[in-house]
């Protein structure tokens, strides 16, 4: 070969790999923009809104979905008679005229009116034959059973751009599980340039929202919402919380408070109405935390049920301060069992110095007092141990009875949930499956976190808690035939630095049945005024639902 020819030859190399070069250059490296300057070229980019996925019960009925909406436009270019589409459209759409003679004036290929109309409007505009006006279809979300679980659901608000955005419960903690991701269609315009408004092309890269499937049964929560309100009502109370939860693998089964909200009209509310206080407020728990205490002073083997207090035959004086029984009746030689059963401080107060200031602290941390649970809701907050350095010993006797402490109700039914697993406590949750937008279902497995206390010491303590529901205060309103293992509480709110005695906090926290328990669950009753006490307010409610929850989940009475 030829020097010439060789000359030849490479100079087609040359030239050919500069062509392959070019093309790639525009073809795959600059290719994203050629499309963005295709599309301003040749169509208009429009945000596709994607649908928003829906909040279903364990019976797979929606608490929270969508309704069709549209969203109104219009190409100013393409409308004939501007003047007469602006009164028409502003007449249906309840729209100042001077407004939309605005937008039809700019000029643009599309320009938004509106969003959110619904289906009848649509179809009058659409009758008018009005040219240049097009519709988009939306979602507006909607929650069919109105105020139920609304705490546990949140509201779907907008964002400082405008935009969709799920607050409190469960539509702020999964919204972005929920909203999905916008797409983008392109306005089809035809060869001249005008957008086609009857066609969009199909949209690209977005995806609908996921469903959750909820642990949430529609019946009790619609029950435990409606015997809640009923004994608000009855007992004079400002207000009051109950939780209901499967102890054995943390599924919250209801969960409520009141006063709650509308989420359909949430605009008409208070914020302050909007936090789950279930989740969200702390409290003193007072004699509810009790069993806390005494399970840890169990599982340490510094006590036995039979275990008589020595120093319980009268107040107890520690730190300059003077701690009596609620009733200032005292029990000289009172054992374990009573001491739950008459709910008696003074008792608790020898099971404290028992366990001790590091062991306390030590079984706290393992009852997740004093931290978030890690439920799937927005707004959880936990209550603060103090540091070790920090307490007093009147604050380790006080703890025992649960005044001086404040937790929230979730760290409470959780803690007590361990004593019904067998010392296993587990995560509650809500949610339990994700439904993918091809019908897939993706479960969330049950989460085990610590065991507090050992087998037999939970075993041991729910016999005490079953001894305290037959003879204890509350042993009036108990249910006959059912074994059920709980504990009153009635605390003094604290408030500018002492505590009012006329003002409480009154509870019931409990388990049934006893030995196979279906259901763990916590009344709250804020305030009440016809009695300060929760034998005689927060338990009546408890057991009101205890018996329809019995019913529910078909267990049959039998000899105690």
Known sequence: MTWRHKFSLLAFLFIFLLVISRLFYWQVIKASELSAIGQLQYGTAIKIIPKRGEIKTSDNFPLATNKISYQIFANPKEVKNKELTARSLSSLLELDVASVSAQLALDKFWVPIQSGIGIDTKNKIENLNLTGIGFIEQYKRFYPEASVAAHLLGFVGKDENGTDKGYFGLEGYYDRLLRGEEGIATQVKDALGRPILAKLSTATGGSNGKNLILSVDRAIQFLAEQKLKNGIEKYGARGGMVGVMNPKNGEILALASFPTFDPRDYASYTEELFRNTFISDLYEPGSTFKPIIMSSALDLKVVTPETKCSICSGPISIGGFDIHTWNDKYYPNINMIETIQHSDNTGMVFVSQKLGLDKTILYLDKFGIGKNTGIDLQGEVSGVLKDKERWYQVDLATTAFGQGIS?????????????????????????????????????????????????????????????????????????????????????????????????????????????????????????????????????????DIARSLLTYFKVTPGSE
């Open 407 to 543: 937790i929230t109700p979730i760290e409470l039914l959780s803690a007590i949930s361990s004593i019904a697993n067998g010392g296993i406590r587990m995560e509650p949750h809500v949610v339990r499956a994700v439904e993918n937008e091809d019908g897939s279902i993706v479960n969330i497995p049950p989460k085990p976190l610590v065991s507090p206390i050992k087998a037999e010491t939970a075993k041991m303590m729910t016999e005490i808690m079953v001894n305290a529901v037959n003879k204890g205060e509350a042993s009036w309103a108990r249910l006959k035939g059912y074994r059920i293992a709980g504990k009153t509480g009635t605390a003094s709110i604290p408030i500018a630095g002492h505590y009012d005695p006329n003002q409480t906090i009154a509870s019931f926290v409990g388990f049934a049945p006893a030995e196979d328990p279906k259901f763990v669950m916590l009344i709250i009753v804020d305030r009440p005024t016809t009695s300060i006490y929760g034998a005689e307010t927060a338990a009546p409610i408890f057991f």
